[in-house]
Each structure stands twice: as structure tokens, then as C-alpha cells.
């Protein structure tokens, strides 16, 4: 079943402008992650942002987690068109931590 | 480094037919080991995974079954297979005891047709 649940389901912007994506989950979790998908191809780890922690870096990216609203938002900053992807975020929770994933963000950035 | 890899990465098999997808890991031990799919446009479901050898975890009931013989092999499996086996298969594996980030296979594409 999903855990997690993107929003929007679509986004298209311009190079230069922000992207910015939101995730929500139903149940405690161990972490959160972000993965990108390239149209056809494996998910590539951008990500994790766990439990205790609010915010998070990682080059153009930030990560927020609001445990108490049960929801995290991926930022991509200075968007670029290599940017275009789908975006899923993954919970992670239980013994064997397995990962939950939402149904994604397709972006779209515009030359 | 810790490759994994994923084959075929297209397949197009008749109704009926049996399947039997190949995923290895290379330069790392006792990982965990997991499949997904992918319907057109969606998310990722997990189907199965796996903590050691011989050990097979099902999260869905469903037509496929998975089997792992060696610590870095993970075979995805079905007799026969139905219209609705269609999908984007996806192995992934993460080093045990941690909840990090996993790594992706390339995919393979099935269509049963």
C-alpha cells in the first residue's frame, strides 16, 4: 500500500525558477527519502532526511520534515532542464525499514 | 564499488508463459535485497523482499514468487504469466542494519501480451 503521497501530481516550470514538492504520510516513520526517475530508467537516491531532523541540504536541494504534520517538501532551487524527472518520496519504518513509496511528482522545466 | 545488475531490460512474453528476471549485486555482502514494480505513470509497490539467503519476505498476494540461492542473487519469478504481470520490475538493495537510501537497478520492461 502507499505510504507516501505527492503533491502536486505535476509541475512545470522554467529553468531559473524554484521547484518546490510536497509529501505527505500516514504512519511513524524511521526516515524519509527522495528519489529522482529519469523517464524509463531506475530511481536514483537524492536524499534522506530522518525522523529527528527538521531540515536537511544537499547541494540545490532542501528537505523539510514536519513530524508532526506527518509531511516532508523537497526544494530544488535554480531549476535547470536537466531537471526534468519524476520525483518520489519513500518512507521508511518497522524492523526491516522497508520503503513505502508515493505515487511521484512529474516535473517538467522549460528552456 | 557496489554495482547492481538488472536483466533483460525489455521483455515481451505471451500469457501463460513462465518469467524468471535476474538481479546481482557486486562489491558488497548480506545486502537486502528487494523487487518493486512500477505500473505506467505511478508509484513503486514492493512485491518482495529479502534480509539473508533462502529468507523471502511477500508484501502482495499475487502471480510471482522470488527466490534468492546466493547472498547476491535475487530472482524474480512467475509459471504463468498474466496480462496484468505488465509492468516496470525494479531490484534495489541497501546495505543491512541501516536505514539508508537504496540503489536501483536499470529496470526490466515487461509486457505479456
Known amino acids: 500500500s502507499q505510504q507516501g503521497e505527492e503533491d502536486p501530481q505535476a509541475l512545470s516550470i522554467q529553468e531559473g525558477e524554484n521547484a518546490t514538492m510536497n509529501c505527505s504520510y500516514k504512519?511513524?516513520?524511521?526516515?524519509l527519502q527522495w528519489y529522482r526517475q529519469n523517464s524509463g530508467r531506475g530511481l536514483v537516491h537524492l536524499i534522506l532526511?530522518?525522523?529527528?531532523?527538521r531540515e536537511k541540504h544537499s547541494g540545490r536541494l532542501r528537505v523539510t520534515l514536519d513530524t508532526s504534520k506527518k509531511s516532508s517538501s523537497l526544494l530544488i532551487t535554480a531549476s535547470r532542464a536537466a531537471d526534468t524527472a519524476s520525483y518520489f518520496c519513500?518512507?521508511?519504518?518497522?524492523?526491516?525499514?522497508?520503503?513505502?513509496f508515493g505515487a511521484g511528482t512529474r516535473l517538467a522545466v522549460h528552456p | 564499488s557496489q554495482t547492481i545488475h538488472q536483466w533483460p531490460a525489455t521483455l515481451v512474453q505471451p500469457v501463460g508463459s513462465p518469467l524468471s528476471l535476474e538481479c546481482t549485486v557486486e562489491?558488497?555482502?548480506?545486502?537486502?535485497l528487494y523487487w518493486y514494480r512500477q505500473a505506467a505513470g505511478r508509484g513503486l509497490q514492493l512485491l518482495f523482499y529479502?534480509?539473508?539467503?533462502?529468507?523471502i519476505s511477500s508484501e502482495v498476494p499475487q502471480n510471482l514468487s522470488a527466490s534468492r540461492p546466493q547472498d547476491r542473487q535475487f530472482i524474480l519469478s512467475s509459471k504463468k504469466l498474466l496480462l496484468s504481470d505488465s509492468g516496470f520490475y525494479l531490484c534495489?538493495?541497501?546495505?543491512?542494519?541501516?536505514?539508508?537510501?537504496?540503489?536501483f537497478g536499470s529496470g526490466t520492461r515487461l509486457t505479456v501480451v
Open positions: 519513500a518512507t521508511s519504518s518497522g524492523g526491516y525499514n522497508k520503503l513505502i
Open positions: 504512519t511513524s516513520i524511521n526516515n
Open positions: 532526511i530522518r525522523s529527528n531532523e
Open positions: 562489491g558488497t555482502s548480506n545486502p537486502n
Open positions: 529479502s534480509v539473508g539467503i533462502g529468507q
Open positions: 534495489a538493495w541497501r546495505a543491512p542494519a541501516t536505514g539508508g537510501g537504496y540503489t
